[in-house]
């Protein structure tokens, strides 16, 4: 994790759960990866949202990719 892309202070186990959600992973995929309980993924998501800010996955999403400069928008 690169420290100047992550202005929100997620912890290092926060980001990694963000890359997966960020890709459309969902909590039992993101547990089966990290080998953890998908409980614990609900809490931290919860802690995640909090610090960003944001009420959902997919808030949190835009935010995310917008703080790692993964989001694009395209005018049409």
């Known amino acids: ?5 992550n ?3 997620l912890s290092e186990r926060e980001f990694q759960i ?12 993101i547990a089966d990866k990290l080998e953890i309980k998908p409980d ?10 909090q610090k960003l800010g944001v009420q959902n996955r997919t808030e949190a999403t835009l935010k995310f990719l917008e703080m790692t400069g993964r989001l694009i928008l395209i005018a049409v």
């Not at 994790?1 to 892309?5: A, C, G, K, R």
């Not at 963000?18 to 995929?29: A, D, P, R, T, Y």
């Not at 614990?40 to 949202?49: M, V, W, Y």
């Open 1 to 5: 994790m690169e420290p100047h892309i």
């Open 7 to 9: 202005s929100y202070d």
């Open 18 to 29: 963000m890359e997966l959600v960020s890709i459309g992973k969902f909590n039992k995929e």
């Open 40 to 49: 614990t993924i609900a809490k931290h998501l919860q802690h995640i949202f």
